[in-house]
């Protein structure tokens, strides 16, 4: 019984930690496609504005 108790407690603990990994991960990619995003963007809009 103790062994079974042990066992999910270190799991819980391993899937809390992927858990907050994951997040982190995410994030990090998010805001990563984001500057991208944001550069690609002021690149669009100073093109459209030598254009115009």
Sequence with gaps: MLC???F???FQY???T???YFIYKAVIGICIN?????KFWIAVN???????
């Design 8 to 10: 999910i407690l270190i």
């Design 46 to 52: 100073q093109k459209i504005k030598a254009v115009s």
């Design 18 to 20: 992927l858990l907050i």
């Design 34 to 38: 984001f500057s991208i995003f944001l």
């Design 4 to 6: 079974v108790s042990s």
């Design 14 to 16: 391993l899937s809390g």
